[in-house]
């Protein structure tokens, strides 16, 4: 009996001296960062990847050594890892990994849609952006029929409103022109709600058309609501807005850089020289400060204005005052 306690006591003994030292390695496991390189990792974890394969995955790229220590943190932790794309750092503990994954911080990309842009160049854009998942067809983007995503939309120009967009890896190229569309929609409807009420414009569509007019004329601020009250006083006054840039849009891909008097001739639905009133659809994306300008243009007598030169307009009250300003920027005078 007495051997049998000192073997059961030696054996408490050496279970205990056992655990003490699986404790202090599980301990310096935990405190040792991954070997994560200077330069980072993106490690993308599928859905549905059960716990041990994330560390075969990690051990195979070098970052980790598989063995109980990571079992025994995840029962010790347990946890839902989120499926998605991971930025490693340098110096991350295994516990930090973990908790990153369980708490979904996935990797956030950012899409751009520029204010003027149009529609072929967002899609585009959209093509070309490496991480974006691509569903719907876009090399030919006018010919695409955007009534299959969004109802009732006949032209998907001028729709979607230039903001930057996150995103994580796994949206598509539909779910940002859904959310940009969806931005415009309620930026148009706040435009149009805060309108003033003597312009001549009939529908939420219609001042978004003179909005991507305003967006492709200037790029200063401080010009958009100048901008906007010619446009608005030459429609009150049933004077043809003879404005470039819908010429530019209806020429196409005719057009080659330079805009020529048989051009501003060429009667096209764009053809603000030919044809009174609005063009048929927005000719670009209008930003919210070329919306708001629409919606409240300023006031004056301006119906004129032409480039400075320096990045601006002049911008005059009657036609002889704009000839005399077109004149001095061709250097007549």
Request: proline residues 6%; negative net charge; glycine residues 10%.
């Amino acid at each position: 009996m007495k051997y049998v306690l000192a073997f059961l006591l030696a054996l408490v003994v050496l279970l205990g001296i056992v655990a003490g030292l699986a404790w202090r390695d599980f301990q310096q496991f935990v405190e040792r960062p991954l070997t994560v390189p200077e330069r980072g990792y993106v490690y993308q974890l599928e859905n549905g990847t059960p716990g041990q394969a994330i560390i075969t995955q990690l051990a195979a790229e070098g970052l980790t050594q598989p063995g109980w220590q990571w079992k025994l943190l995840m029962r010790l932790e347990p946890a839902l890892y989120r499926a998605g794309e991971y930025r490693l750092k340098p110096g991350m503990l295994p516990r930090d990994f973990l908790a990153m994954l369980s708490q979904g911080e996935v990797v956030e990309h950012r899409f751009t849609l520029v204010e003027g842009w149009t529609f072929g160049q967002l899609a585009g854009a959209l093509a070309r952006d490496p991480v974006v998942e691509k569903t719907i067809e876009m090399d030919r983007p006018y010919d695409w029929d955007p009534g299959t995503l969004f109802e009732g939309m006949e032209h998907p120009e001028g729709w979607f409103l230039p903001e930057t967009y996150v995103f994580t890896r796994g949206d598509s190229d539909r779910d940002i022109l859904e959310r940009a569309h969806g931005e415009m929609q309620a930026a148009l409807a706040a435009a149009w709600e805060s309108r003033e009420v003597a312009l001549p414009l009939d529908t939420p569509y219609e001042l978004l058309i003179l909005a991507s007019i305003i967006e492709r004329e200037t790029a200063l601020d401080s010009e958009r609501e100048r901008i906007a009250g010619v446009f608005t006083r030459r429609l009150q006054r049933g004077m043809r807005l003879q404005t470039d840039p819908t010429v530019i849009y209806g020429l196409g891909e005719a057009f080659d850089g330079d805009i020529r008097r048989r051009d501003l001739r060429n009667d096209t639905p764009y053809n603000t020289y030919t044809r009174h009133g609005l063009p048929p659809t927005p000719i670009a994306m209008p930003g919210q400060a070329s919306l708001q300008a629409a919606a409240h243009p300023a006031d004056g007598e301006e119906l004129f204005f032409v480039a400075d030169g320096q990045g601006g307009h002049t911008f005059s009250r009657t036609l002889e005052e704009h000839q005399a300003a077109v004149d001095k920027l061709l250097g007549r005078n």
